[in-house]
């Protein structure tokens, strides 16, 4: 207040609130005629002729109010004229206690120059106060957002207009290899250095397009960030401007998180996608098979049993009883390989029995041996311990044959090897585990490995090798359904296969099967249980098929097994000769698979027209909609196709014994 006591003309007096002289300005020193720095704490009573107690008095009646208020004291004075004063008091700062202010007049002056000064002083005080809480506010939202921002999980890097670093956070901290003091200050391209993640060449920093384009940006897709320490760490993320209130350009803000974790999982995804694709192709193919196995399995029914039928008419010595002989294991061969179709599309039973591995491997590459050019060597190489494995033998050498033939094929005519080896695999999941085998089981395994020094495969057929009519063979010499064959084996065997290939230098196929105690019994699947020994006494039995071949030779064999046959091609006609004329029939056998109805719609009106009269029904594929409709149709009995000689007439038996 000193300089702005000095500036005014009245003679004015600062005392504190016990009286003594704290400033005079040059007005009051001038009037009393004495320096101003020498009066600096006399008391003020000195500088009257009053008594002290009059003094006193009047100054606590100024300290009382901050209006000036008249007070009849004398001051001294060279001249020794009596001075009028006025006192009020003035208000307390932060610096500064509460004191008083006297104004010295001869004359009575209005006070109201001195309310409007202490009025200013009120105002300046209060400005001050809201000047410093506003600064305490920003110093404490500062506090705040630095530490919103070293909280956030992401990466966040701040610069200036400049392209300057202003603030990094912790995780950009770790990411960049740079500490927030250091970076401080630092041209953004030198703490954040990316390039584009295939070319390997820099790419723009977000950053500066921000700078020149005033709008959220995003980084590249393939972005790889550079760290300090030599990482190199792909990214994701945007950038954005920082603006004022006015909308001027402060600088740049850029939040990126590495995404390591969210390619490896893409990658992941898009391997099972992968898997899912090829096991959809595996499931319409099995689909495929299991459509076609009817009509098969009836040609090759009617085969079968009309080539037993001849040969049991014919003389033991007969000339053409070999020929016969050649055409019913001819058929018997066709018939194994639908079932090794429908063990492809995994709907058929194997025939899994406990056996050592080593005699079928030894079969398998004695005839390779004989078919093999000179120029192919064959080397073996089989474990001394017996391997003992639940498998069917046909299916198990059938894969082996498939592996070798395809290793010999390699080869392309030229000279080369071929390696049959038999070890025990016990571990982790092996590599080149080939997809469609579920997740890996820890266990003891057998192992077959067939490879070959041939021409291998690139990245590209390694891929397919297993999808179904894949082939890589020139046009009309390969079918594409061997590997895929190989492939639905295995899994019904509780196994995997593994395949390892280089162009140029060979392919290397492993066979895994899950090893079994040796002590243990056979282990064989769920099957109709044993036919009575006992062949048919004269029952009726009504036959229906809607293949006319089959029907006259399915009639034959059960009139020879001991049965009365009434045999129709039509489902129709039978029903109605249930209704009209067949009065004693004790049992139906209906084919599946007929245009006109099918054989549980068969069942259905059977049992509606004959309650209690068994019926078996036979098809070329049993799926599992079949049994499940044959059991709520109140079918006795299920028969694949293709056994209908052997098993038809003891199954007859079998459902009628308990009648």
Not at 547 to 554: I, R
Request: proline share 5%; charged share 20%; glycine share 8%.
């Amino acid at each position: 207040m000193r300089p702005l006591l000095d500036a005014l003309p009245e003679p004015l007096l600062l005392l504190d609130l016990q009286g003594g002289l704290l400033h005079l300005n040059r007005a009051a020193a001038q009037w009393l005629g004495v320096a101003a720095p020498d009066m600096v704490g006399v008391a003020f009573h000195t500088l009257c002729a009053d008594a002290p107690d009059v003094v006193a008095a009047a100054l606590h009646q100024g300290a009382r109010s901050t209006q000036f208020s008249p007070a009849r004291l004398t001051l001294k004075r060279s001249a020794a004229e009596p001075c009028r004063c006025e006192l009020a008091r003035v208000a307390a700062t932060d610096e500064h206690p509460a004191g008083l202010l006297i104004r010295l007049q001869p004359q009575a002056v209005a006070a109201n120059r001195f309310l409007a000064l202490n009025e200013r002083i009120d105002a300046l005080s209060r400005e001050v106060a809201r000047r410093r809480a506003v600064e305490a506010a920003l110093r404490e939202q500062g506090e705040w957002l630095h530490v919103v921002l070293r909280s956030i999980g992401d990466a966040v890097i701040a610069t200036d207009a400049q392209a300057r670093v202003v603030l990094m956070n912790p995780v950009a901290e770790q990411l960049c290899g740079w500490s927030e003091a250091l970076a401080r200050g630092q041209p953004v391209t030198e703490v954040f250095c990316i390039v584009h993640g295939q070319t390997r060449q820099p790419a723009t920093n977000p950053v500066q397009r921000v700078l020149l384009e005033r709008r959220i940006v995003g980084l590249d897709a393939q972005t790889l960030l550079l760290a300090r320490d030599g990482r190199e760490l792909p990214i994701d993320d945007a950038a954005g401007p920082i603006l004022d209130a006015d909308g001027a350009l402060l600088g740049v803000v850029l939040v990126f998180r590495e995404i390591s974790e969210r390619l490896q999982a893409e990658q992941a995804r898009r391997a099972l996608e992968q898997q899912l694709r090829n096991a959809q192709k595996m499931e319409a193919v099995g689909t495929l098979a299991g459509g076609i196995a009817h009509d098969f399995n009836n040609v090759l029914g009617a085969i079968l049993a009309n080539t037993v039928l001849a040969e049991e008419e014919l003389a033991s010595d007969h000339p053409v009883r070999p020929r016969l002989a050649h055409i019913g294991r001819a058929g018997q061969r066709a018939r194994e390989l639908v079932r090794q179709i429908m063990a492809f599309s995994r709907r058929q039973p194997q025939l899994l029995r406990r056996q050592v591995l080593q005699p079928l491997l030894e079969e398998c590459t004695a005839l390779l041996r004989s078919t093999l050019p000179a120029s192919a060597q064959l080397r073996v190489v089989l474990c001394d311990e017996p391997l003992h494995v639940l498998a069917d033998a046909t299916q198990v050498e059938q894969v082996v044959m498939n592996l070798c033939t395809n290793a010999w094929h390699a080869l392309r005519g030229s000279s080369g090897r071929i390696g049959v080896t038999l070890d025990v695999y016990e571990g982790d999941a092996p590599d080149g585990l080939a997809a469609g085998f579920g997740a890996w089981q820890p266990g003891r395994y057998a192992r077959v490995i067939v490879s070959d020094n041939g021409c291998g495969m690139d990245a590209q057929t390694l891929q397919r090798v297993f999808e179904p009519f894949f082939t890589t063979k020139p046009k009309g010499e390969g079918t594409g359904l061997g590997l895929a064959v190989a492939h639905g084996i295995i899994a019904e065997h509780r196994g995997a296969l593994t395949v390892h290939s280089t162009p140029g230098k060979g392919t290397r196929f492993g066979l895994l099967l899950p090893l079994v105690d040796a002590s243990g019994g056979e282990a064989l699947p769920l099957a109709l249980p044993a036919p009575a020994q006992a062949l048919g006494r004269g029952q009726h039995v009504v036959y229906i098929d809607d293949d006319e071949v089959l029907v006259a030779t399915v009639e034959v064999l059960l009139t020879r097994a001991g049965f009365r046959v009434s045999a129709f091609a039509s489902p129709r006609a039978a029903l109605r000769a249930l209704g009209t004329a067949l009065a004693d029939v004790d049992i139906v056998v209906s084919d599946f698979n007929m245009p006109e109805l099918t054989g549980l719609e068969v069942a259905r009106e059977v049992a509606r027209m004959r309650p209690g009269l068994p019926l078996i029904v036979t098809s070329g594929y049993l799926s599992d909609d079949l049994r499940r409709g044959a059991h709520a149709a109140g079918v006795a009995r299920l028969l694949n196709k293709e056994e209908t000689y052997e098993r038809l007439a003891a199954l007859i038996v079998e459902v009628l014994v308990p009648r």
